[in-house]
């Protein structure tokens, strides 16, 4: 997590910046689907967004926002589940979550968020 500047100083981001955090500690230590937490230390999408929390990187609140934001970009493309149900769809892959994240990000910002 030092690599992605998340030891030092964390403190609490806006939800669209959250995100991208998300696609970045996926992309650092593998995206995977069933659990939160593989025991190879991958993570789901869920897992990320725990993990990131937990070392105060985001707020209960500002992911709660972030949730509501990547569920919006799921129904936009026809999803109807929630978000860690997606994630472990049979035929998502570690770029169809990245892609998700990025424009669910990209409302949050056009939003302020």
């Known amino acids: 997590m030092a690599d992605l500047g998340l030891w ?31 025991p190879t230390g991958r993570m789901c999408v869920r897992g990320a967004q725990t993990f990131l929390e937990s070392t105060g990187h985001v707020t209960a609140t500002d992911r709660g926002k972030a ?17 860690w149900e997606w994630n472990d769809l049979p035929y998502n892959t570690f770029r169809s979550v990245e892609a998700a994240i990025s424009a669910a990000s990209d409302l949050a910002r056009k939003n302020g968020e």
């Open 67 to 83: 949730v509501h934001y990547l569920q919006n970009q799921l129904a936009r493309q026809g999803v109807s589940v929630r978000f």
């Open 8 to 38: 030092q100083e964390p403190r609490p981001l806006k939800p669209s910046f959250h995100l991208v955090q998300v696609i970045e500690v996926l992309a650092r230590y593998g995206w995977c689907q069933s659990f939160d937490f593989s």
